[in-house]
């Protein structure tokens, strides 16, 4: 790691650059506390949008909000909050540097504020701290970084700070696209917590280079009524619904030798409600998770080869969860190890901590899934990590926050100077 620790046992200095790419510590831990202390579960951004806007622009970095609009399913209206870096040679590549300002709702079992932004023994506490606004931190002190550095850019930076990704359709990111903030990117970094959530076990500094996918199943289940004394006379959907859950469960999936096996997890059954009625309807959610290779079209068709084998007796419909677009879908990507933007990562790793990064795959989705696979960018995951994400006591290691700014910034300048 570095030298130069203060009476509180943090790193001093992260940073051993130049001083035209230093990222300072306790400027980057004050900026995390402030946005820790601002409340931004998904849906509930407006604060957050506003904090990050004025930020950027007391620093003469030209934010704009680019508005997010779901009118049909969720009535959300949000900001993303949008920067640019614009470089030299129009020819060269642009980096996209994506983190999102929401968190989950705020979860009822913390035994103290979980807004505090308190800090201990190198860990600093609250909703979101670890996922993601540590990395959020992260990426915003870069882009002031290399903003205010000597190096000469040619190619642009791009900084998204986006709302809803841990909602139901990641809006923000989704947004990014349609609206064509990604056309002219030509690579991406997201700052998502990597190592707490990698396919295998990897301690940071490390890179994750993909992401396994996931579709959601929506199944109807159509059995007959009638009276509960008899249920031979009827066909129960809920007891349907049951086997159907069980036999997803044990379906085989797909695997890859980067992101590993695919995965099923039923996630809610909904049926029946008179009493002494045999339940006509239900409906079945399944959760499953893809690796490169499996289509839309395989999925559904080893469901339906599930019900088939299965042989019940109601009537099945395998559908996916309804969307605001026919489009919006998480697939799995895998990014090159030979890819300029890995290579400077890592070399920026190595400058910043002395270490090789070790090299993982994320097991579950995110806008990185936009990025990776609809977008088409080569996209790499590199956060800090910390624990309970999701969790009362979340929380981020305040050294990876910096050390994450500092590989981010040094290695933008390599890819763009």
């Given at each position: 790691m570095t030298d130069g620790r203060d009476v509180?046992?943090?790193?001093?200095?992260?940073?051993?650059?130049?001083?035209?790419?230093?990222?300072?510590?306790?400027?980057?831990?004050s900026l995390l506390q402030d946005l820790v202390?601002?409340?931004?579960?998904?849906?509930?951004?407006?604060?957050?949008?506003?904090?990050?806007?004025?930020?950027?622009?007391?620093?003469?970095?030209?934010?704009?909000?680019?508005?997010?609009?779901?009118?049909?399913?969720?009535?959300?209206?949000?900001?993303?909050?949008?920067?640019?870096?614009?470089?030299?040679?129009?020819?060269?590549?642009?980096?996209?540097?994506?983190?999102?300002?929401?968190?989950?709702?705020?979860?009822?079992?913390?035994?103290?504020?979980?807004?505090?932004?308190?800090?201990?023994?190198?860990?600093?506490?609250?909703?979101?701290?670890?996922?993601?606004?540590?990395?959020?931190?992260?990426?915003?002190?870069?882009?002031?970084?290399?903003?205010?550095?000597?190096?000469?850019?040619?190619?642009?930076?791009?900084?998204?700070?986006?709302?809803?990704?841990?909602?139901?359709?990641?809006?923000?990111?989704?947004?990014?696209?349609?609206?064509?903030?990604?056309?002219?990117?030509?690579?991406?970094?997201?700052?998502?917590?990597?190592?707490?959530?990698?396919?295998?076990?990897?301690?940071?500094?490390?890179?994750?280079?993909?992401?396994?996918?996931?579709?959601?199943?929506?199944?109807?289940?159509?059995?007959?009524?009638?009276?509960?004394?008899?249920?031979?006379?009827?066909?129960?959907?809920?007891?349907?619904?049951?086997?159907?859950?069980?036999?997803?469960?044990?379906?085989?999936?797909?695997?890859?030798?980067?992101?590993?096996?695919?995965?099923?997890?039923?996630?809610?059954?909904?049926?029946?409600?008179?009493?002494?009625?045999?339940?006509?309807?239900?409906?079945?959610?399944?959760?499953?998770?893809?690796?490169?290779?499996?289509?839309?079209?395989?999925?559904?068709?080893?469901?339906?080869?599930?019900?088939?084998?299965?042989?019940?007796?109601?009537?099945?419909?395998?559908?996916?969860?309804?969307?605001?677009?026919?489009?919006?879908?998480?697939?799995?990507?895998?990014?090159?190890?030979?890819?300029?933007?890995?290579?400077?990562?890592?070399?920026?790793?190595?400058?910043?901590?002395?270490?090789?990064?070790?090299?993982?795959?994320?097991?579950?989705?995110?806008?990185?899934?936009?990025?990776?696979?609809?977008?088409?960018?080569?996209?790499?995951?590199?956060?800090?990590?910390?624990?309970?994400?999701?969790?009362?006591?979340?929380?981020?290691?305040?050294?990876?926050?910096?050390?994450?700014?500092?590989?981010?910034?040094?290695?933008?300048?390599?890819?763009?100077?």
């Open positions: 509180d046992g943090r790193d001093a200095s992260v940073s051993d650059a130049p001083n035209s790419l230093a990222v300072d510590y306790d400027e980057t831990v202390r601002i409340p931004s579960p998904y849906f509930e951004e407006d604060e957050m949008s506003e904090f990050v806007y004025e930020w950027l622009d007391e620093r003469g970095l030209d934010p704009e909000y680019h508005r997010v609009s779901e009118p049909d399913i969720t009535e959300y209206e949000g900001r993303n909050v949008v920067a640019r870096l614009a470089g030299s040679d129009s020819d060269a590549p642009t980096l996209l540097l994506n983190a999102h300002m929401d968190t989950v709702l705020i979860v009822e079992d913390w035994d103290e504020d979980p807004t505090s932004g308190r800090i201990e023994d190198g860990k600093l506490y609250g909703q979101g701290a670890c996922d993601m606004k540590g990395g959020l931190a992260a990426v915003m002190k870069a882009f002031e970084a290399l903003a205010e550095s000597d190096a000469e850019l040619r190619g642009d930076v791009l900084l998204t700070a986006v709302v809803d990704e841990e909602g139901p359709y990641g809006l923000g990111t989704d947004r990014l696209i349609r609206d064509g903030y990604t056309d002219d990117c030509d690579m991406a970094v997201v700052t998502e917590p990597g190592p707490v959530l990698a396919q295998e076990d990897v301690e940071n500094p490390a890179l994750l280079l993909g992401a396994r996918g996931r579709f959601l199943y929506d199944i109807e289940v159509r059995g007959k009524a009638a009276h509960g004394s008899k249920p031979s006379e009827g066909v129960n959907a809920v007891a349907d619904a049951g086997r159907l859950a069980a036999g997803l469960a044990e379906m085989e999936t797909g695997t890859h030798p980067k992101l590993g096996d695919g995965s099923v997890c039923p996630l809610k059954i909904e049926g029946g409600s008179q009493t002494l009625s045999v339940p006509e309807r239900a409906r079945l959610m399944v959760d499953r998770h893809v690796v490169v290779g499996e289509t839309e079209e395989d999925v559904r068709a080893d469901a339906e080869r599930v019900v088939s084998e299965l042989g019940v007796e109601s009537e099945v419909d395998v559908g996916f969860r309804e969307a605001p677009s026919d489009d919006i879908r998480y697939g799995p990507y895998v990014t090159d190890e030979d890819h300029p933007l890995v290579t400077s990562l890592a070399a920026a790793t190595r400058e910043v901590t002395g270490e090789d990064p070790a090299y993982g795959y994320f097991s579950s989705v995110g806008d990185f899934n936009y990025l990776g696979d609809r977008a088409g960018l080569p996209t790499v995951i590199l956060g800090p990590d910390g624990g309970n994400i999701h969790a009362a006591g979340e929380f981020v290691r305040l050294d990876d926050v910096v050390e994450v700014a500092d590989v981010v910034t040094r290695a933008a300048a390599d890819l763009l100077g």
